[in-house]
């Protein structure tokens, strides 16, 4: 089993000499006390939450799963303990107001603090991430009773909350949603309905569960246009804001996965419960789009931190287990054989593994700025801001989600592969990195519809080709910063040609789809995996020339080791992992006749 050790230098590194967070704390309003020492105080102690107490349950919690007796759910041992250790730390309301009990930090705060957890036991980290989207989803479109009745105990984490879209007949098209709300006569609504796949729809660590859920009023629109947002609790609030009356909120079943066996997916029938508007009437998808972004870049953080637990695995085994001689000659002639990291292939998997991990990394910690100045935007009610904030960020989610999830899923059986038919086996842990990332691609949008998000509606629509004009004009003043530093020049030529192809394959794209609007569809998923590998090389650029900083400037003499790994691994995603976008933009500048030609009956011809 994979022992989790929490990459502090590696995450001390982007915080303060690649994306300058000091600088950035400065100037947000309420980041005046996440001084350096105080950040790296958190991350510490954050750290050995991580190490000590969750990455001990990740396996056990596979192998005994979540049981449903007489509706009520219960988690693995240890489950309940270590979320109350979680509580007593005040982990949730790291970045939430103080007004309802939180610390007030920044945004990204909780992104580093999440990042760790989900690597030391993603299962575990599921139950409050979840409940985060119902909290920002309340304070962005909850009224002041709302904000004040909720926001307490979901931010002390005595309540989770949840998010129900998903229903027996619909995933994605939530135009289909079916759920009846039904008005009291008294500003309440009665809900009737079913929703599945809900995680942490029902466990045993808190004393109340929030739901967010989408559901239709009479007489309401058909499809997207007529569906509201409520919020429903398991246990009605009182008014002192304890724990009242059962709200008819049923958990009927829980589903039998492939992976992440620890969380709870509950199929959760709600039975004329008592339901509070959230936002606008037939507004709800609008509103709920405030928690699926939140839960998509949460997604996105699932692929760093499978491939971060399932590079640590394979790390620790190549360095151990023996076999044959490598092909440049004995490396270890005093030992039966060669420990395997010395065999190129055996290489070749884990810098692929190290590079996607750190550079993932370092594009989930860009965007998370950009999560701060939005969230404050909000706060502030500034609505102009919040616009901008909440379009660059558009723009991120999709390529975050889509290319991280599925190049993470990648490494997860990479590291089984350095393990071989050790790996396939339970006791080393490494296939169940692999089963509980296979998730990652799957909910909060499919890598299509992530994809048909990013070139649809982010790149074709809304923009016009803006953002890729934007973004690779970001990436070009970067190589002019660079350009006369002899030993960047590698990287910026490089990067100065991907992005000529970037904003050539948009063009053609948008060309092709005035003539066959099949011509986005069929080349969305290779688009977006082309933008992946071609932001994740400005990221490694990025690091690459902080790295060539510090061994120039001679501040980083104690840790040159580590800086020379940096440059080396740069070096490596660029000759090695970049050259993978080619393939992408040879299969967009292919004619897709052959993709839609055959009629569906021939399918079935053998």
């Known amino acids: 089993m994979p022992q989790y050790k ?36 958190i991350l510490d102690h954050c750290a050995k939450l991580c190490e000590g107490v969750l990455a001990p349950l990740y396996q056990s919690g596979d192998k005994e799963g979540c049981t449903l007796v007489d509706g009520k759910v219960t988690t693995p041992k240890g489950y309940k303990e270590a979320y ?9 309301g790291l970045s939430h107001p103080e007004k309802y009990g939180g610390q007030g930090m920044p945004m990204s705060l909780g992104v580093f603090k999440a990042e760790m957890m989900g690597t030391a036991n993603w299962a575990f980290n599921m139950y409050p991430g979840l409940s985060l989207g119902a909290m920002n989803t309340i304070m962005l479109h909850g009224t002041d009773e709302q904000r004040d009745t909720y926001m307490p105990p979901l931010t002390e984490a005595r309540w989770m909350g949840t998010m129900c879209l998903t229903e027996p007949q619909c995933g994605t098209d939530l135009g289909q949603v079916s759920s009846k709300a039904v008005p009291r006569g008294d500003g309440t609504y009665s809900v009737t309905g079913t929703k599945i796949f809900i995680s942490a729809g029902d466990h045993d660590l808190c004393e109340n569960i929030v739901h967010v859920v989408l559901a239709r009023l009479p007489g309401a629109p058909a499809g997207t246009r007529g569906i509201s947002l409520f919020i429903i609790p398991k246990f009605l609030p009182t008014e002192s804001g304890d724990v009242g009356e059962f709200n008819n909120v049923v958990c009927s079943g829980i589903e039998h996965k492939m992976g992440i066996k620890a969380s709870a997916t509950c199929t959760i029938e709600f ?22 972004n939140t839960a998509r870049i949460g997604t996105a953080l699932q692929g760093v931190c499978a491939t971060e637990l399932s590079y640590q695995g394979a790390l620790a085994y190549a360095q151990e287990r ?38 993932g990394r370092a594009m989930l910690y860009h965007a998370a700025k950009m999560a701060d100045f939005m969230t404050i935007a909000v706060e502030q009610g500034n609505d102009a801001e919040r616009e901008l904030w909440d379009e660059r960020l558009g723009f991120y989610t999709p390529i975050l989600k889509g290319f991280l999830t ?88 490089a990067l100065g040609k991907i992005c000529a192809q970037w904003n050539y394959l948009t063009l053609r794209i948008a060309i092709g789809a005035r003539k066959d609007r099949d011509v986005v569809a069929a080349n969305a998923v290779d688009f977006l995996m082309f933008s992946g590998y071609a932001m994740m090389a400005f990221f490694w650029a990025k690091m690459v020339a902080a790295a060539y900083g510090k061994l120039a400037s001679g501040d980083g003499a104690e840790t040159e080791e580590f800086y020379r790994a940096k ?35 021939a399918f079935s011809e053998r």
């Open 6 to 41: 929490a990459p502090l230098r590696d995450t001390r590194f982007l915080i303060n000499e690649v994306l300058d967070y000091p600088g950035h704390y400065a100037q947000l309003p309420n980041g005046g006390e996440a001084t350096p020492d105080v950040v790296d105080s």
């Open 84 to 92: 109350d250790q979680f509580v007593e730390g005040g982990w949730q």
């Open 271 to 292: 039975e004329g419960s008592r339901a509070f508007m959230l936002g606008p009437e037939n507004k709800g998808l609008e509103c709920m789009f405030t928690f699926m």
């Open 322 to 359: 023996r076999s044959m001689r490598a092909l440049s000659g004995k490396k270890e002639p005093d030992k039966v054989a060669d420990a395997i990291h010395h065999h190129a292939d055996v290489r070749r998997m884990l810098l692929t593994m190290k590079a996607v991990a750190e550079g």
């Open 406 to 493: 599925e190049i993470g899923f990648e490494c997860t059986n990479m590291g089984v592969q350095v393990f071989g038919g050790h790996g396939y086996i339970g006791e080393h842990g490494m296939e169940q990195i692999v089963r509980d990332t296979r998730i990652a691609t799957l909910y909060e949008g499919t890598t299509g519809i992530q994809a048909l998000d990013l070139l649809g509606r982010k790149v074709l629509i809304a923009s016009k080709g803006k953002a890729i004009a934007e973004y690779t004009a970001e990436i070009m003043k970067f190589c002019g910063e660079h350009a006369t530093n002899a030993k960047m020049r590698p990287f910026i030529v």
């Open 567 to 601: 440059i080396q691994t740069g070096e490596f995603y660029f000759d090695r992992v970049l050259p993978r976008s080619r393939a992408h933009a040879g299969a967009i500048t292919s004619p897709i006749k052959s993709t839609m030609q055959m009629p569906i009956e």
